[in-house]
T-cell receptor, first 116, second 109 residues
Framework: NAGVTQTPKFRVLKTGQSMTLLCAQD?????MYWYRQDPGMGLRLIHYSVGEGTTAKGEVPDGYNVSRLKKQNFLLGLESAAPSQTSVYFCASSYSLGGARNTEAFFGQGTRLTVV | AQRVTQPEKLLSVFKGAPVELKCNYS??????LFWYVQYSRQRLQLLLRHISRESIKGFTADLNKGETSFHLKKPFAQEEDSAMYYCALTDSSGSRLTFGEGTQLTVNP
């Protein structure tokens, strides 16, 4: 059971380059999320999706785009990377987080991105 | 807007001592609160949720709506409790999970 898998695990980009981070989950979860983790700032939500074909902005969406063409995949794109986007990126998925189906979010192992 | 605040970035205690990790939140509706933990070289994982009113690995947390707090407590800390702890909140729609800044707990022998 793979759970949530992120690709790649590490990447170094030059300023202005583009890249796509892939998140795949095999738990048939409806909800998927992209966070960035920075020292002293915790995890901040970039974008999220509540179902196939839908996406929404989180707290820090600028400079990122996302797509959820298939239920199991959630892609995070950086069109023109900047040093400020150096961070550890985490993907997560869940059925739901509250209400009657109060379930947990499952996280990937993280992607360490450095922009030079 | 929903917000979670963890005032302590670092917390250090000795083995066997009580530990309390503070969490305060702001949200206008009825939130659901969680504690997540990240052990060294492991994935972030759920520790406990307020709705379950459970004790996991000796940790408990009580939701205090009057003080808008959800502090995590353990009466006797163990070295294996050393980790990064995140308090998190979701709103009534259950679609967004907002995290605090995190507290790095170190339990010394």
């Amino acid at each position: 059971n793979a759970g949530v898998t992120q690709t790649p695990k590490f990447r170094v980009l030059k300023t202005g380059q583009s890249m796509t981070l892939l998140c795949a989950q095999d738990m048939n979860h409806e909800y998927m999320y992209w966070y960035r983790q920075d020292p002293g700032m915790g995890l901040r939500l970039i974008h999220y999706s509540v179902g196939e074909g839908t996406t929404a902005k989180g707290e820090v969406p600028d400079g990122y785009n996302v797509s959820r063409l298939k239920k199991q995949n959630f892609l995070l794109g950086l069109e023109s990377a900047a040093p400020s986007q150096t961070s550890v990126y985490f993907c997560a998925s869940s059925y739901s987080l509250g209400g009657a189906r109060n379930t947990e979010a499952f996280f990937g192992q993280g992607t360490r991105l450095t922009v030079v | 807007a929903q917000r979670v605040t963890q005032p302590e970035k670092l917390l250090s205690v000795f083995k066997g001592a009580p530990v309390e990790l503070k969490c305060n939140y702001s949200y206008s509706g009825s939130p659901e609160l969680f504690w997540y933990v990240q052990y060294s070289r492991q994935r972030l994982q759920l520790l406990l949720r307020h709705i379950s009113r459970e004790s996991i690995k000796g940790f408990t947390a009580d939701l205090n709506k009057g003080e808008t707090s959800f502090h995590l407590k353990k009466p006797f800390a163990q070295e294996e409790d050393s980790a990064m702890y995140y308090c998190a909140l979701t709103d009534s729609s259950g679609s967004r999970l907002t995290f605090g800044e995190g507290t790095q707990l170190t339990v010394n022998p």
